[in-house]
């Protein structure tokens, strides 16, 4: 029997018979591991606390016929108030559902994006910082981190930093500048000023430090919710059910 110890976050779980369930772990080295919680819901299981959804706890998995199995586990930190509204809730449950569909690279990605959630967790949990903000960085960070940085560095046709107006162009990521966009591409791209240009540079290229120390509002906020969103449905090349419950219960209108 192979033993494993490896730090992660509960992001789903599935019942499994009477006693038992499935759950997916975000962890730290290789990505989304699913995991098998067996007799977790008798009410003797010295595991249950660091098992359930949304706790990040260290867990020490065996491996027989192909499956992990938890063995032990002690709770780190569990994100439970994330689960008392619902809008945090559903937003937290589709990061959940983007993670457990991602493929991830390299195994110091495992470790950024533990991170990235861990952090999100956390400022939902205070109430610190903007839920629609905090959505826009999860996709485009998370889009990054997984090989689908976009390419905003300057434009892509002159290499020009900056102008008044910027062009992004969501299904291959690259930015125009408004000289060089051409009237047949300007129907599909995305028109963005000054701030949301700044915004999602500073998202894609900053250091993790400093990734959520900036601020965005109005139709700016609204723009960029926009590009985010569709940008990780582009490129992951699939729409996610749990986005369009959040969408549905927060009442946001399309652009």
Known sequence: MELTTVSGLVIRERQSGDNDKFIDILTETDGVVEVMAKGVKKYSCPFA?????YAYSKFCL???????YIDSAQSIKIFYSVREQLDRFALVSYFS???SYCQFPEKEHSRDILRLFLNILHYLTEGTRDTELLKCIFELRLAS??????AVAGCDSCGTYQTEKMYFKIGNGTLYCENCLSAEEA????CIG???LHAIRHIVLTDFNRLFNFRLSGESMKLLSFISENYLSAHLGRRFRTL????SITDEKPL
């Open 49 to 53: 606390a660091a098992s359930q959804l």
């Open 145 to 150: 981190e997984t090989g689908h940085m976009p």
């Open 97 to 99: 559902e983007v993670l």
């Open 62 to 68: 065996s491996r027989r016929k192909g499956r992990y």
């Open 194 to 196: 000054v701030p949301v």
């Open 187 to 190: 129907g599909n791209a995305v």
């Open 244 to 247: 369009e419950f959040y969408k």
